[in-house]
């Protein structure tokens, strides 16, 4: 079956940086994409990566490994409005986009 | 605001009622989705349409009824739903069905289901 794996929620300090990791399975692969969704409001695109390496935006840099089956978002001098949950999705073979549960990140003071 | 409107915002209805949600894009799009998105749990696309034609149906029960009128417009019809079917419904739309087309969400229909 098709897997998608990323921790359910995460905890971090307001300045500080945090990695979400998300790890998947799925039959074959054409890309990957990371969401961001704040409660209550639509998930809004972040980043999309189809060859490994780290692609920078920002404050936030998404880093893929297709041998590992493997990404991550880095966020850095997280501010409060990062709070949000955060959706690893990944492209299969057929094209559909398979998602993850998402990861719940809160920001503390 | 992402280009994509879903009205309405919050919808409660009992099992025998009929309802719709709808959809409404304004960014020139061809492809329209609908998600069901469930605390927890992943996204659950339901439909897919291109070009007004449907092309995804994954296996939802006949109980909802999707109608995509033109490329800017989907409905999702609901008739005597369940309570499992309480949920965030999220309507998206890219401009094709392309690995590198980007969907951009509404802000979703939450609906209870009694």
């Known amino acids: 079956g098709q897997n998608i794996d990323q921790p359910t929620e995460m905890t971090a300090t307001e300045g500080a940086i945090v990695q979400i990791n998300c790890t998947y399975q799925t039959s074959g692969f054409n890309g990957l994409f990371w969401y961001q969704q704040h409660a209550g409001e639509a998930p809004t695109f972040l980043s999309y990566?189809?060859l490994d390496g780290l692609e920078e935006k920002g404050r936030f840099s998404s880093f893929l490994s297709r041998s590992k089956g493997y990404s991550y978002l880095l966020l850095k001098e997280l501010q409060m409005k990062d709070s949000a949950s955060y959706l690893c999705a990944v492209l299969d073979s057929n094209y559909q986009l398979i998602w993850g549960a998402g990861t719940k990140l809160i920001i503390k003071p | 605001e992402t280009g994509v409107t879903q009205t309405p915002r919050h919808l409660v209805m009992g099992m025998t009622n009929k309802k719709s949600l709808k959809c409404e894009q304004h960014l020139g799009h061809n492809a329209m989705y609908w998600y069901k998105q469930s605390a927890k749990k992943p996204l659950e696309l339901m439909f897919v349409y291109n070009f007004k034609e449907q092309t995804e149906n994954n296996s939802v029960p006949s109980r909802f009824s999707p109608e995509c009128p033109n490329s800017s417009h989907l409905f999702l019809h609901l008739h005597t739903l369940q309570p499992e079917d309480s949920a965030l419904y999220l309507c998206?739309?890219?401009?094709?069905?392309?690995?590198?087309?980007?969907?951009?969400f509404g802000p979703g229909t939450r609906l209870t289901v009694l």
């Open positions: 998206a739309s890219s401009q094709g069905l392309a690995d590198t087309d980007t969907q951009y």
């Open positions: 990566n189809v």
